[in-house]
Every structure is written in C-alpha cells, then in structure tokens.
C-alpha cells in the first residue's frame, strides 16, 4: 500500500495536484454514507477524510457544525466512522483519513481508537485541537502507523511552521485564512502569499491547502502553489441541498479535480 505522502507525489509526478475531500461521517444518511463517499472517490477525488461527529467542533463553521450534528443525532459513533473506513477501504485503494477533535478519541481510548483506525485500514488521522507542544503525550506508540497530519495557518510563524513539518507525516494541512472551516476567501491573494511562505518553509512533507475553497476557480488559483487541495464547507453544503442521487456534489467534485489536472 503506497503511503499517503508517496501517493500525492505519483499524482504531481503525472502534472496533476490531489484533491481531498472531507465527509461527515454518516451524513446526509446513514445507510447510503459508503455508496456517496465511493462515488466522490470515482467523481475524482483522491482521498477521503471521514470527520466523526463531536458536539463542539472548535475549527468548523456552522456547514460542517450542522452536519457533525446531524450525524450524532443520527446515532453516529467513532464504531460507525470506523465500520464506515474499512467498507470504503475494502473497495478502493485511496488513501482515508480519519478527522475530528481531541475529546472523542481520549473517551474511546488511545490505543483502542489506533487500533480500529488500524484495522479499518485508515492511512492517517488529523486532529486540529492537538498543538505541537501535547503531540507527543496525546500521539504515543500506539499511532505508530498511522500518519499523523498537523495544520498550520496564517499566523503561524516561520520556526513553528518548521517544527510542524518535522513532526508531520503524510502531508502538512496549510489552511487558507484564519478562520473556521467555510470562511470566504475575500482576499486570494493574501492566501496565495502565506501558501507561498508555508510552501517554502515546508520542506520534509507535501502541502496540502485547505479551508475557504468552494469552487473549481478557487482549486484552479491555490494549485500553482501546493501539492493539492480539500475541500469540506462546500461539498457538505451541497450534500444538503442535492437529492439522493447526489448528482450536483458529484459535479462538484469532477468539475474541482479538472481544475487540478
């Protein structure tokens, strides 16, 4: 199995950036949640980041906070996340990853969050309420393979940035504004010159942008100057407003991975 890392440089090796695309674990429905996130995977995206649902998810705006809400009142829990990975994974070979705060996988348990993540198949995990300084108390043995993916935004400075890349595997998470998941890109071109000083910085690992890209045009601009993009606000907003084909979101997500290409 290529590793995450290895799988977005045979991408950029071929001219093209990867797309990530994040789902709510569950959402918009739990029965037909593998089947929608298969179809994403066969509309162009390259990998998957299954969020599991917490009820006070820090870093998101009010897309993604409705549907991390929805799922839990749907009866979704870390079991499901994880059942939901390895049906995914028993199907396609592109990397998942699981994403979602600190709280739930410190009340399932270290070790038994690694464990199933492990079995599952999962190839990385992405907690944005760690910060380098509880990494290595929060991320011990037990994650051992599995990649851990850290964010860095447009405050963080130069050293910090260098520290998060050395700590880092998989790819480092580089969010477009500061701001929750969802904020508007009103200034591209402030976006475009912090992923060009995080690009710089970043030496060990790809960089992967996120937060803020909605659009084709929006992947089309950032691409020039990252490894790929994800996307998450827009494709759950369109997942709530699209019918049970989900025909729109799988435009959406064709029309996105084409501006990468």
């Known amino acids: 199995m290529l590793s995450i890392s290895n799988y977005i440089d045979e991408i950029n090796k071929k001219g093209g950036k990867a797309l990530s695309v994040f789902l709510t674990a569950g959402f918009p429905g739990k029965e037909n949640f593998v089947n929608l996130a298969l179809q994403i995977l066969n509309a162009g995206a390259d990998m998957l980041e ?7 998810p820090l870093a998101d705006g009010p897309v993604i906070q409705h549907s991390s809400q929805a799922a839990l009142d749907n009866g979704i829990s870390l079991d499901d996340a994880f059942r939901f990975a390895k049906e995914i994974k028993s199907n396609s070979g592109k990397p998942v990853i699981m994403m979602g705060y600190a ?13 199933h993540a492990g079995n599952a198949g999962v190839n990385g995990v992405i907690i944005p309420d760690i910060p380098i300084e509880e990494y290595e108390n929060f991320f ?12 860095v935004t447009p405050t963080t ?12 595997s ?4 580089c969010v477009s504004v500061s701001g929750t998941t969802g904020s508007k890109l009103n200034d591209k071109s402030e976006s475009i010159e912090f992923i060009k000083r995080a690009r710089s910085t970043v030496k060990k690992n790809k960089l992967l942008v996120g937060f803020g890209i909605s659009s084709g045009e929006d992947a089309k601009a950032f691409a020039p100057y990252c490894d790929g993009v994800i ?14 084909e989900y025909d729109k979101t799988i435009e ?9 290409l």
């Open 157 to 168: 400075p130069d050293e910090r940035i260098n520290v998060i890349d050395e700590m880092s």
């Open 252 to 260: 959406l997500i064709a029309g996105i991975k084409k501006n990468l």
């Open 231 to 244: 996307v998450g606000s827009a494709v759950i907003k369109s997942l709530m407003q699209d019918d049970g």
């Open 103 to 115: 709280n739930p996988v410190l009340s399932y348990g270290l070790k038994e969050f690694s464990d």
């Open 170 to 173: 998989g790819f480092v998470y």
């Open 50 to 56: 299954i969020g599991f649902p917490f009820s006070d």
């Open 140 to 151: 011990d043995g037990s994650f051992e393979n599995l990649d851990k993916i850290l964010l």
